[in-house]
């Protein structure tokens, strides 16, 4: 079965200082692997996901997050955070062969002016 | 484009009262789950639907009852609420069809209170 760890539940950081939410996952098969996010008292959204390819994926507000497959990992990171990116950041695994879709406990990012 | 939609925003129940959460969606997705959110727990997986007329069950489906008559709805019924059920759920669709659209899009919630 399929599992998702978010090793840190809080993440506070500087405004304009780099960010880095870590992610692993454990999974037998070939997966996909997302992060969504959710600001204050509304639905998810999805950031930016790997289907496959290149291994480093971005987002059009400046998030990336790199698949290793060796490590199982998929860790998001900003090289400077806004007030704006404060939300839940929620990594999430999906099989490529077409299933349920397991998401990790989040992680909240709080920005510090 | 309306997406997800899901009715009502917010609840207040009674002990032992029934109610359906309503979901919809208007993108043909084959896919459609519903999710429960709880601090520090993240999203965990009710019950989940694959077409019409084919439901199964996720990590945490007791209390809960779903079916699926149509491609677009995918309600969700609690039968006799209790405290434990007090969450924020989440309806969500995706699609099947093609890989580049795997991801969930997600209704804004229904804040779900029982007393």
């Known amino acids: 079965a399929q599992s998702v760890t978010q090793l840190d539940s809080q993440v506070p950081v500087f405004e304009e200082a780099p960010v880095e939410l870590r992610c692993n996952y454990s999974?037998?098969?070939?997966?996909?692997l997302f992060w969504y996010v959710q600001y204050p008292n509304q639905g998810l959204q999805l950031l930016l996901k790997?289907?496959?390819?290149?291994?480093l994926v971005e987002s059009i507000n400046g998030f990336e997050a790199e698949f290793n497959k060796s490590q199982t990992s998929f860790h998001l990171r900003k090289p400077s955070v806004h007030i704006s990116d404060t939300a839940e950041y929620f990594c999430a695994v999906r099989k490529t062969s077409y299933d349920k879709v397991i998401f990790g406990p989040g992680t909240s990012l709080s920005v510090i002016p | 484009n309306a997406g997800v939609t899901q009715t009502p925003k917010f609840q207040v129940l009674k002990t032992g009262q029934s109610m359906t959460l309503q979901c919809a969606q208007d993108m043909n997705h084959e896919y459609m789950s519903w999710y429960r959110q709880d601090p520090g727990m993240g999203l965990r997986l009710i019950h989940y639907?694959?077409?019409?007329?084919?439901?199964d069950q996720g990590e945490v489906p007791n209390g809960y009852n779903v079916s699926r008559s149509t491609t677009e709805d995918f309600p969700l019924r609690l039968l006799s609420a209790a405290p434990s059920q007090t969450s924020v759920y989440f309806c969500a669709s995706s699609s099947r069809a093609r890989q580049e659209n795997t991801e969930a899009f997600f209704g804004q919630g229904t804040r779900l209170t029982v007393v």
């Open positions: 999974s037998s098969v070939s997966v996909y």
């Open positions: 639907s694959v077409g019409a007329g084919i439901t």
């Open positions: 790997y289907l496959s390819g290149s291994t």
